[in-house]
């Protein structure tokens, strides 16, 4: 594992990349299962970022290598790929950090520790459905206060500030590249889904506790990892998924000797005067255009054409 610190990426950011860098690309081909290694030359420019020289490859080279990326802006989670044996996400890296005149040559694979479908596109499903079992999402023990919507749970800013770090997550799978656990055990929950349980058994207005440590408090579960901390060192949105599983397991060994207490949610305000469904979004003054009616334009059907 390459250990560079956020500063250091930050700075070396900054810097003119090499002009010309070779990308090394691991490549798969699900018919034939072939896996082989195929160099790029790419000109690269000021700022430019892994996904731009992986795009710029698909374009002018090779069409027929295949990423994930959606937003290009380090929010969908989406393009995670290996750079140099590092997890990072392949539209916030950029060439300059991590290729020099000396070492013009940046090696990309698909992320370690999920199936790949091909090239670098790895497949999702498992990581998904160990993210879906922490069952991640407010549980109430009347679900009517969740589904009427008439009611506000008023949160107390520090607890707020509890599960903040935790709720940034945005599934890259980054940590469970990284995770030596996760690479030896496939039925390990994984950074992500364990960080996410701890974030909604800690969430105040969370009544779905005991269910949730059920599903950690297992073999697979909180207890087989080892605090490499890998995942938080790679975790693009400084989750901190290695301190969510220590907290996780303190509340699971609390519990056990029958020492853990659910904090519980300051307050629940309401019913409401009317039911939140029914409470029309008022337009803020300062956003209105010159010229612009918003009672006119809320009136007016979208229509989009698309020349098919
Ligand atoms: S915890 Fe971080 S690295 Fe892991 S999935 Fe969430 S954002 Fe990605
Ligand atoms: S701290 Fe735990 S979850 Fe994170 S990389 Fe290490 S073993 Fe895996
Ligand atoms: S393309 Fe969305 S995070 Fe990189």
Request: charged residues 30%; glycine residues 4%; contains cysteine.
């Amino acid at each position: 594992m390459v250990a560079r610190s956020k500063f250091q990426e930050l700075l070396a950011a900054t810097r003119q990349p090499p002009k010309e860098v070779t990308i090394r690309v691991k490549r798969y081909d699900p018919e034939t299962g072939k896996v082989w290694y195929q160099d790029y030359k790419v000109k690269t420019f000021r700022g430019m970022t892994i996904l731009d020289a992986l795009l710029q490859i698909k374009e002018k080279i090779d069409h027929t290598i295949v990423m994930r990326y959606s937003c290009r802006m380090g929010v969908c989670g989406s393009c995670g790929v290996v750079v140099n044996k590092k997890p990072s996400l392949a539209c916030q890296t950029q060439i300059a950090a991590v290729a020099s005149e000396d070492k013009p040559i940046v090696v990309v694979e698909p992320l370690y520790n999920f199936p790949i479908i091909r090239d670098l596109v790895a497949d999702f499903g498992d990581f998904f459905n160990k993210h879906r079992a922490i069952k991640p999402y407010i549980i109430r023990k009347d679900p009517d206060e969740v589904e009427k919507g008439e009611r506000e749970f008023i949160m107390d800013p520090h607890d707020l500030h509890e599960i903040y770090e935790y709720s940034l997550c945005i599934m890259c799978g980054l940590c469970y590249s990284a995770c030596p656990v996760s690479a030896g055990d496939p039925l390990y929950l994984g950074p992500q889904a364990l960080a996410q349980a701890y974030r909604f058994i800690a969430d105040v207005r969370d009544e779905g506790y005991e269910e949730r440590i059920k599903i950690v408090d297992t073999e697979h579960g909180c207890h087989r990892c080892h605090f490499a901390a890998t995942c938080s060192a790679v975790c693009p949105k400084m989750v901190d998924p290695a301190s969510a599983i220590q907290r996780l397991r303190k509340i699971v060994f609390m519990k056990t000797l029958g020492f853990w207490k659910k904090k519980k949610i300051t307050q629940i305000a309401g019913p409401l005067k009317e039911p939140l469904r029914q409470i029309e979004a008022k337009y803020a003054v300062e956003n209105i255009l010159e010229g612009v009616d918003p009672e006119e334009q809320a009136k007016r059907e979208e229509k989009i054409d698309l020349e098919l």
